[in-house]
C-alpha cells in the first residue's frame, strides 16, 4: 500500500484509498492519483525530462485522463494546417499555441524540452508569463497534430491561436512601456549626478559657469524623458479632459508638465530654480508602477484567451456526403457539421440525429449532461458526451451564445467603475484646490507687485505639484502587486486591494473552490478474494458506458479490464455487463444485490446506505456470487480550506456558503470547515441575490469561485477570487486569481491589503503635510529654490522607501522537492 | 574642473549607446521571458541540443521516444 497520506507523485493531490497506480519514474515506483497523471509522468521521465520534478516549485495540474491522441486529428492535415498557421521561410510554418497548465518556469522548460527533442521542430518559445508558445517546424518531417499530442502528453493542454492579434498588440504594449521605463530610469541617474553638485554647489559656492552648464546638460538629458517616457500621461490625460471627466492622469501631467516648463525656463534664462531631478524621478516611479500593473493585467488573461479555451478551432464539416476538417471560423450558417463523442462544439446549431448529451454546465452550471433530441438546440463550447451528433449550424462567430457572454465580460472588465472612479474624484478635488490658490497667489501679488505675480505662482504650482501625493497609492499597490505576485495570488485590478482590506464578509462557492471540484474514488472496501485495483478495472470497463457524472471518477482510477458485453444501462439505477467470464453489475446497493442468487452476501464495508444526507454516495459492485466491492465517492474538501476559513474568521471576515448543490452536501462541507451559514440549491441569480441582500445591510463582500456559474456572483461581489484552476470566464470577472489553486495564502492577503492602506494612509498624511507646510511659505516667497527642490524630491522619495516595506518579509515556503527528502517507498 | 566640459558629454555618448542596446534588445524580444532562460543553466548537457536548423546531425544518438 502507498503510505498515507503521501501525495501523487505528479499533481500533489491526496491519492484515494484503494487506488494503487504507480507510476514507473527513475527506476522506482512512485505513487500517483490516477491514470491520466501516470501517463504524464512517464512520459515525462521517460523522455529524460525528469528533472522537471526538481525544478517545479508548484504541483503540476492533475491530468484526470489519459491523454487522448484523436483530439488533434484535424492537425494532421496538410490542408488544415496550412490554413491555420502562418508561412516561414525554406518552408516551414509557425504557430502560436495557448497552454493550458503553464503555471512556472520549470513548466515551460518542460514544454520546450518535450517539443525540442522532436525532428522537424525547427524554433520553440515558450513565455510563462502568457502562456503561449511560438512553435516554427518543418511540415515535412513532423505534423502539427504529433506536436500537440507531445505536448498533451507532457500535461500541458494546447490550445492552437489561428489569428492571434491581440497577443502581439499586449506584446509591443508591454515592450513601448519598457523602453519608456529605461529612458526615464537612465534619464533620472543622470540628472540626478548632475543635481549633486548643483546643490552642494548652492552651499559652497560654484563656478557661475560651471552652474549654468550643468543645468543645460541636466535640461538635455530630461527632454526625452519629459516628452517620451511621460507620453502615456500625456495621453491618458487628454483623454479624459476630451470626455470632461478628471483622471489621476491630468494632475500628475499637470506636475510634470509645470515643473518641466517652469525648469526649462529658468534654465535657459539662468535665473530661479530648476526641478529636473524631481520631474525625471517622478516620471520613473509612476511609469514604474503602472508597468509593474500592466504586467499583472496581461498575466491575468485577456477575455479572447477565454474564448479560445473554450471553443474549439477546428469542426468537422459534412457537405455532399463528405466529411472534411475545417477551420471554425469558416463554418457557415447553415452548414452541417458532426460532432463526435468527447468533442466540444464549434458553433450554436440545432441537432438534425443522433442521440448525444451534452454537458452544459459551462453555461448553466448544471453538472448532468442533458439529452439533446433531434431539434434541440445546441450551443457553441459546449461537450458531447454521447454518441455522436449532426447539427445544423444556426450562429456562427460573434453571434452565438457563448460569445455573447464573453462580449458582455469584456464590456463590464472595460468599463469597472468602482474605486478607479474615488481615486479620479480626489485627483479632480485636489487639482481644483491647487488652481484655486495658484489663482488667489496670482491675484495677491499682482496686487502687491506685479513683477514677480508669475513666478510666485509658479512655485506654487511647482512646489505643490502633487508628485508625492501621485505617488502615495500606486508606488504602494505595486509594491503589494508583485509581494503577492511571488506568493501566486495574480492582482488583476489593483483597486481590489483596497477592498479587500475592508472586506466584512466571505461568500464562498463550495464545488471547486472549497472542494476540489472533482467527484472520486475516495474509498474502495472489498469483500471475499477480490482486490481493490481488480474491483477498480472492472468498474472502469463497466462505466465506460456511461455518460453519468460518476462514471468520470472511475475513468482515471484503474486501467480498464477491457470492454464489457452485453451491456445494458439502467436509467436510475446501474449498469450491468459481462466482463472476463462474469456477469456484473454497478449501481445503487439494491439493484446489484438484485443479481445475486442464494445465500446471504458478506457486507463489503460498514457501508452507510447511500444518500443518508452526508454528501458522500456509495456506488456498489456485485455478481452473481454476491456483492465484491463498493467504492465511497466524493468530491475531497481542500485540505487547507478549514485553515484558511479560521484565520479569515481571526481577521474578522466570518465565512458563508452559497451553493447550487444539495443541502446535505453542503452542510458536510460547511460543518467540516466550521462555517455556520450556508445555502443550498442557489442558481446563479439567486447568489447575486444573497451577495445583494449583504451589501444592502452595508457590508464589503468577498467573493471566491472558480466556474462560469459564479460569473454573476464574481461580477458583483466588492472583491472577485477566482480560482487557478476554475473556468476561464471565472477568471476575468476575477479581481484577484490564485494561480497555485490553493486557499492557503487568502488570509495574509488580507492581512498584507490592511496593510496596504495602512501604508498608503501614511504616504497620504505625509505628502499632504509636506505640501500643506511649503504652500504657504512658497506662495509668500520664503523657501529658498533649492530646499524647495530638496524637499519635492525628499518627499517622493520618502513615499517610495514607505512603500517597499509591503514587497519585503513574504517569501513563499517552498514546497518539498522530489527527491530530496523521499525515501523509496516499498510496493 | 574644465575637464567636465569633456567628461559629462562623454558620459552622456555612454548612456546614449547603453539605451541604444537596451532598445535594440528590448525589440530583439530579450525582455519577453525573465524567467524561464535562468532553467536552462541547471540542466546536464549530456543530450545534444535541439536539432539543426535543417538537417538533424546523423551522427547524434537516438531522438528520445
Known amino acids: ?827 | 574642473m574644465e575637464i567636465l566640459y569633456v567628461m559629462i558629454p562623454l558620459g552622456l555618448v555612454l548612456v546614449a549607446f547603453g539605451l541604444w542596446a537596451f532598445f535594440w534588445a528590448t525589440g530583439d524580444g530579450q525582455f519577453d521571458d525573465l524567467d524561464s532562460p535562468g532553467w536552462s543553466v541547471l540542466e546536464d548537457d549530456t543530450r545534444p541540443g535541439p536539432p539543426a536548423d535543417t538537417k538533424p546531425d546523423p551522427t547524434s544518438p537516438e531522438e528520445q521516444k
Not at chain 1, 501631467?253 to 530648476?274: D, M, Y
Request: net charge neutral; aromatic share 6%; charged share 20%.
Open chain 1, 1 to 827: 500500500m502507498s503510505a498515507p497520506g503521501a501525495p501523487c507523485f505528479h499533481c500533489g493531490e491526496p491519492i484515494p484509498r484503494g487506488v494503487e497506480v504507480r507510476a514507473r519514474v527513475a527506476d522506482r515506483d512512485e505513487p500517483v492519483c490516477c491514470h491520466g497523471c501516470k501517463a504524464v509522468a512517464e512520459f515525462i521521465t521517460g523522455a529524460g525530462l525528469g528533472d522537471y520534478y526538481r525544478y517545479r516549485d508548484t504541483s503540476s495540474s492533475r491530468a484526470d485522463e489519459p491523454p487522448r491522441p484523436d483530439r488533434w486529428a484535424a492537425y494532421d492535415r496538410p490542408e488544415l494546417v496550412e490554413r491555420l498557421t502562418r508561412a516561414e521561410p525554406d518552408g516551414a510554418r509557425s504557430i502560436t499555441v495557448l497552454l493550458e497548465g503553464l503555471r512556472c518556469a520549470a513548466c515551460s522548460w518542460l514544454a520546450d524540452k518535450a517539443l525540442s527533442l522532436q525532428s522537424g521542430v525547427l524554433d520553440v518559445s515558450v513565455n510563462p508569463a502568457t502562456a503561449r508558445a511560438r512553435l516554427v517546424w518543418d511540415p515535412g518531417k513532423v505534423r502539427l497534430g504529433d506536436l500537440l499530442r507531445v505536448l498533451e502528453h507532457v500535461g500541458l493542454r494546447p490550445h492552437p491561436l489561428a489569428g492571434e492579434h491581440s497577443e502581439q498588440v499586449a506584446l509591443l504594449e508591454r515592450r513601448s512601456a519598457l523602453k519608456r521605463l529605461a529612458v526615464a530610469g537612465f534619464g533620472n541617474m543622470q540628472v540626478m549626478m548632475f543635481a549633486v553638485p548643483l546643490y552642494f554647489g548652492e552651499a559652497r559656492g560654484m563656478d557661475a559657469d560651471m552652474r549654468e552648464y550643468m543645468r543645460l546638460v541636466s535640461m538635455l538629458v530630461s527632454i526625452p524623458v519629459a516628452l517620451y517616457s511621460g507620453w502615456p500621461f500625456y495621453q491618458g490625460a487628454w483623454h479624459a479632459l476630451r470626455a470632461r471627466s478628471v483622471s489621476m492622469d491630468v494632475p500628475v501631467s499637470i506636475g510634470i508638465v509645470l515643473a518641466f516648463v517652469a525648469s526649462v525656463w529658468n534654465a535657459l534664462t539662468g535665473r530661479g530654480e530648476v526641478y529636473f531631478d524631481s520631474v525625471t524621478m517622478f516620471v520613473f516611479f509612476l511609469g514604474l508602477g503602472r508597468y509593474v500593473e500592466m504586467i499583472a493585467r496581461h498575466r491575468a488573461g485577456s477575455v479572447a484567451d477565454a474564448l479560445a479555451r473554450l471553443a474549439p478551432a477546428t469542426a468537422r464539416r459534412v457537405r455532399s456526403g463528405v466529411a472534411e476538417d475545417v477551420q471554425a471560423v469558416e463554418l457557415a450558417i447553415g452548414d452541417e457539421l458532426i460532432v463526435r463523442s468527447g468533442e466540444v462544439l464549434a458553433a450554436d446549431g440545432l441537432v438534425l440525429g443522433g442521440e448525444g448529451r451534452v454537458d452544459e454546465s459551462m453555461l448553466t452550471g448544471e453538472s448532468t449532461a442533458v439529452a439533446k433530441p433531434p431539434g434541440a438546440r445546441v450551443h457553441q463550447g459546449t461537450h458531447n458526451l454521447g454518441a455522436p451528433l449532426r447539427v445544423q449550424v444556426t450562429a456562427v462567430a460573434g453571434n452565438t451564445v457563448l460569445s455573447g457572454i464573453v462580449a458582455l465580460l469584456e464590456r463590464a472588465q472595460a468599463e469597472r467603475p468602482r474605486l478607479a472612479r474615488a481615486a479620479d474624484r480626489a485627483a479632480a478635488w485636489f487639482l481644483s484646490r491647487i488652481l484655486v490658490g495658484a489663482a488667489i497667489v496670482f491675484a495677491v501679488w499682482w496686487y502687491v507687485d506685479p513683477s514677480r505675480a508669475f513666478s510666485a505662482t509658479l512655485a506654487v504650482l511647482v512646489v505643490t505639484c502633487p508628485c508625492a501625493l501621485s505617488l502615495a497609492t500606486p508606488t504602494a499597490l505595486a509594491a503589494t502587486t508583485a509581494a503577492l505576485a511571488r506568493r501566486g495570488i495574480l492582482v488583476a485590478h489593483t483597486d481590489a486591494i483596497e477592498m479587500l482590506s475592508k472586506a466584512t464578509h466571505v461568500l464562498w462557492d463550495k464545488t471547486g473552490t472549497l472542494t476540489r471540484g472533482l467527484v472520486r474514488v475516495e474509498d474502495v472496501r472489498t469483500c471475499g478474494a477480490v482486490t481493490a485495483s481488480q474491483a477498480l478495472a472492472w468498474a472502469g470497463s463497466l462505466e465506460q458506458l456511461s455518460e453519468h457524472p460518476i462514471a468520470r471518477a472511475f475513468a482515471g482510477s484503474a486501467a480498464p479490464a477491457g470492454p464489457a458485453s452485453e451491456a445494458v444501462v439502467h436509467a436510475g439505477q446501474g449498469l450491468e455487463g459481462r466482463l472476463d467470464g462474469r456477469r456484473l453489475r454497478i449501481g445503487t446497493r439494491a439493484y446489484t444485490e438484485a443479481l445475486y442468487t442464494g445465500g446471504s452476501t458478506a457486507d463489503p464495508a460498514p457501508a452507510p446506505a447511500e444518500g443518508d444526507g452526508t454528501g458522500e454516495s456509495w456506488v456498489y459492485l456485485g455478481d452473481a456470487s454476491g456483492l465484491l466491492a463498493a467504492f465511497r465517492l466524493t468530491d475531497p474538501l481542500r485540505p487547507e480550506a478549514q485553515d484558511c476559513v479560521a484565520g479569515l474568521a481571526a481577521l474578522g471576515l466570518p465565512s458563508e456558503i452559497v451553493s447550487g448543490d444539495e443541502a446535505s452536501a453542503v452542510a458536510r462541507i460547511a460543518a467540516r470547515c466550521g462555517i455556520e451559514r450556508h445555502s443550498a440549491r442557489l442558481a446563479p441569480q439567486d447568489k447575486l441575490g444573497r451577495l445583494k441582500a449583504l451589501q444592502a445591510g452595508g457590508t464589503v463582500v468577498v467573493a471566491v469561485g472558480d466556474g462560469i456559474n459564479d460569473a454573476p456572483l464574481l461580477r458583483g461581489a466588492d472583491v472577485a477570487i477566482a480560482m487557478g484552476r476554475g473556468s476561464a470566464l471565472a477568471q476575468t470577472s476575477a479581481d484577484l486569481i490564485l494561480v497555485r489553486d490553493s486557499l492557503e495564502d487568502l488570509p495574509h492577503t488580507v492581512d498584507l491589503a490592511r496593510r496596504t492602506q495602512r501604508v498608503i494612509r501614511q504616504n497620504l498624511t505625509w505628502s499632504i503635510a509636506y505640501n500643506l507646510a511649503a504652500l504657504p511659505l512658497a506662495a509668500l516667497g520664503y523657501v529658498p529654490p533649492w530646499l524647495a527642490a530638496i524637499g519635492m524630491s525628499l518627499s517622493s522619495v520618502v513615499v517610495v522607501l514607505n512603500a517597499m516595506r509591503l514587497s519585503r518579509g513574504s517569501t513563499p515556503q517552498r514546497r518539498p522537492q522530489w527527491p530530496a527528502a523521499r525515501e523509496p517507498e516499498t510496493a
